[in-house]
């Protein structure tokens, strides 16, 4: 099957999902990605799909730079056991990013609750939360609308249950 902005996709008998072939990613530093969609064939409107890749393909690292403030929260609930480890202190979001290590398949799924947008979710490795990790959520591929250590949602709204949350891209636990 073709899908417009990833050329022909293979089905993977076992999730359902497709995947690209390996093509680069300007937002997560060049790096080649498989594009893997969920629930694609069953959706009614695939060219809300098209739209968020379109726009994901586009997006520039100076995407992720607005979500800076958001990294730097992220950093400092974790970064009591950072320091623990014998780390130096990590004093700018420009650090933090040089820390992140972007996953190779960037999900493109729509939302099962609230806005039922189509988000590309990544899942990252990060030095300072290295259980956890990274998850970054791009709404309709266009911004960062979520970020902090992997849970799979990809709202905080959905992830709390609080609509009070829609635009928030971290909630700290502090």
Same mark, same amino acid.
């Given at each position: ?33 498989? %594009?893997?969609? &969920? /629930?694609?064939?069953?959706? *009614? ?9 379109? $726009?994901? @393909? ?61 988000? %590309?979710?990544? &899942? /990252?490795?990060?030095?300072? *939360? ?9 709404? $309709?591929? @266009? ?32």
């Amino acid at each position: 099957m073709e899908v417009p902005g990833l050329g022909v996709v293979e089905k993977d008998e076992s999730t359902d999902w497709y995947f690209s072939e390996p093509i680069v990613i300007s937002v997560l530093d060049d790096q080649e990605c498989e %594009v893997v969609l &969920e /629930c694609y064939d069953e959706d *009614e409107c695939k060219e809300d799909f098209h739209v968020a890749i379109a $726009n994901f @393909l586009a997006a520039t690292p100076a995407v992720l730079r607005e979500a800076d403030e958001a990294l730097f929260t992220y950093y400092k609930d974790y970064e009591q056991y950072w320091l623990e480890e014998g780390n130096a202190p990590i004093t700018t979001a420009e650090e933090l990013w040089q820390r992140v290590r972007f996953g190779a398949e960037p999900m493109v799924s729509r939302g099962a609750h609230g806005d039922e947008a189509v988000y %590309v979710s990544v &899942e /990252c490795g990060c030095d300072w *939360e290295v259980e956890h990790g990274l998850q970054i959520v791009f709404k $309709n591929g @266009l911004k960062v609308n979520k970020l902090g250590p992997f849970d799979g949602h990809l709202t905080n709204v959905n992830a709390y249950d609080d609509e009070s949350l829609g635009d928030v891209i971290y909630r700290s636990y502090r």
